[in-house]
């Protein structure tokens, strides 16, 4: 299945001003939070993991949450999503395919899951 989902950078930015890295730590764990060098990215991040979470069907929630996928950058700096075996294992995913972008104060992202 494919997700989509787009995420104001400024809503981001914001909750990030407000309520600093505790608001990273909600959908971002020690090492995602080390990528993360401007507001696009995290908000990058999060439209990707939203995206991820609508490529299984279920959405962020009781099923998928933020902390069951994890995103890494490649060697070139491309961004790349895993799931946590358990959500691979259910879903019978085989691959994830990821992009992001972001202009004009929004971030978006498409995932891709290809099944078994």
Not at 36 to 62: C, D, V
């Amino acid at each position: 299945m494919i997700g989509i989902d787009v995420t104001s950078v400024n809503r981001i930015k914001n909750m990030y001003e407000k309520f600093g890295r505790k608001a990273y730590e909600r959908f971002l764990d020690d090492e995602e939070i080390d990528l993360i060098r401007r507001p696009e990215t995290a908000a990058g991040f999060w439209a990707a993991k939203e995206a991820a979470s609508k490529a299984l069907g279920t959405g962020i929630g009781k099923e998928c949450s933020f902390h069951d996928m994890k995103i890494k950058k490649d060697k070139l700096g491309a961004p790349k999503l895993k799931y946590i075996k358990a959500i691979r294992k259910k879903f019978k995913i085989k691959k994830t395919l990821l992009s992001i972008t972001h202009d004009q104060g929004l971030a978006i992202a498409v995932v891709h899951n290809i099944k078994k």
